[in-house]
């Protein structure tokens, strides 16, 4: 199912369908809303992307929903046989965590791998300290892993590095040791 408030093209030589103006995307329990949208049909892939407006601003940037995961980025590239995505600039809320990244890549049992990865539970555009990695995995309900992380506070690395991180990432209670958390 698809449609687009300014204009839906069909290229049948492609097999490809072009959505322009809050376009919108669902398959299964995935969904999609962005600005740009690109089907193609042959292939079972869609591209999505925000479409700058008068001024220059990017606007309708991609919002990805497969089931309770969200996922906010500047493109997505999905192909529906292979469950598998690419996302740029992806920002996610993982419980009550947020986790922002450059690249990301999704497969099909939901995990997700980050490149250049802020962990913090800042709310902000701009969060003013998190944990910086270059490297995230996130399972779904269950954890955050990361490489070598470090603090940072206001934009200022602190000395204080860690040679991985682990998160707990469950949803609802538990019972047993509270071991200390960030």
Do not use: W
Not at 68 to 80: G, K, L, S, V
Not at 134 to 158: F, Q, R
């Amino acid at each position: 199912i698809y449609s687009a408030e300014d204009s839906i093209i069909y290229d049948l030589v492609n097999d490809k369908v072009y959505l322009y103006g809050k376009g919108y995307m669902e398959y299964t329990d995935i969904k999609l809303n962005a600005d740009y949208i690109e089907l193609t049909f042959s292939t079972k892939t869609l591209f999505a992307k925000g479409m700058p407006d008068s001024s220059g601003v990017i606007i309708g940037k991609p919002v990805f929903k497969q089931g309770a995961d969200e996922f906010h980025a500047e493109t997505i590239t999905y192909n529906f046989n292979t469950k598998k995505g690419k996302i740029t600039k992806i920002t996610t809320q993982e419980g009550e965590s947020y986790i922002k990244g450059e690249a990301d890549k999704k497969q099909p049992d939901n995990t997700t791998f980050i490149k250049n990865g802020l962990y913090t539970t800042c709310n902000d555009e701009h969060p003013h300290y998190y944990i910086y990695s270059s490297k995230i995995k996130v399972i779904p309900d269950n954890k955050i892993l990361t490489g070598p992380a470090n603090l940072v506070i206001a934009d200022i690395p602190t000395p204080l590095v860690v040679p991985f991180g682990f998160f707990p990432n469950k949803k609802g209670r538990a019972s047993g040791i509270l071991f200390p958390a960030y």
